[in-house]
């Protein structure tokens, strides 16, 4: 008679996943997120409500600025791009500001998204560089993650497609890099901050 497989219970270690809180790459985290709602707003966004979501663009850019900033601060894991990463969260933080008190900084819909998902893409880089920098992760999949929301930042810089392209474009960036963010995120949690990548083993000279 076969005997009835039971699945073992184990107890959730809650010491431990509180001491490995901390290690996680949360400025990452927080950014994924933010920028994953604002890629479905404005995919949920017709064209002819594209004013409504430039509205909504200084709200994007402060709560992106200040949660990543304090997750770069709070959090163990490495900085990106070493201080690049709190002076990004900064100037998102305070541009998100400016524009929200002066919506006439805004000057097109266009213009406004296109900057922002150029320091989207500069963000995902310096993710890059950091994941080069301690040898760990694929930072040339980061990279290209960078490159292609630059190459759709450009697109909407110039006009490219339309009204309508453009509020696609805005999402379309926004939503590749969502998914670098998640990428970079998961590589860097846990990694030490002061950790340099192995070199690689000097060839052997024959006798």
Known sequence: MQEEFEPEYREM???ALAAGLPKVKWSLVFMAVVSFVAAAWAFVTPSWAADELLSMLPWFCIAGGLLGFLG???????????????????????????????????????????????LLAFYVLFAALE???????????????????????????????????????ASLAFFV??????????VLTGV??????????EPELAD
């Open 72 to 118: 770069t601060v709070l959090a163990r894991a490495p900085w990106t791009a070493s201080v690049a990463e709190p002076v990004l969260c900064v100037v998102m933080l305070v541009g998100g500001l400016a524009t929200l008190n002066f919506p006439s900084l805004m000057s097109s819909f266009a213009g406004a998204f296109g900057i922002v998902s150029i």
């Open 13 to 15: 270690d809650v010491k």
């Open 131 to 169: 994941m080069y920098a301690k040898g760990v992760g694929v930072w040339y999949v980061e990279l290209a993650l960078a490159v292609v929301v630059w190459v759709l930042a450009f697109m909407g810089l110039v006009g490219a497609l339309g009204l309508d392209g453009q509020v696609m474009l």
């Open 177 to 186: 890099a969502a998914w670098g963010f998640v990428y970079g995120a998961v």
């Open 192 to 201: 030490d901050p002061h950790a340099v990548p192995p070199m690689p083993a």
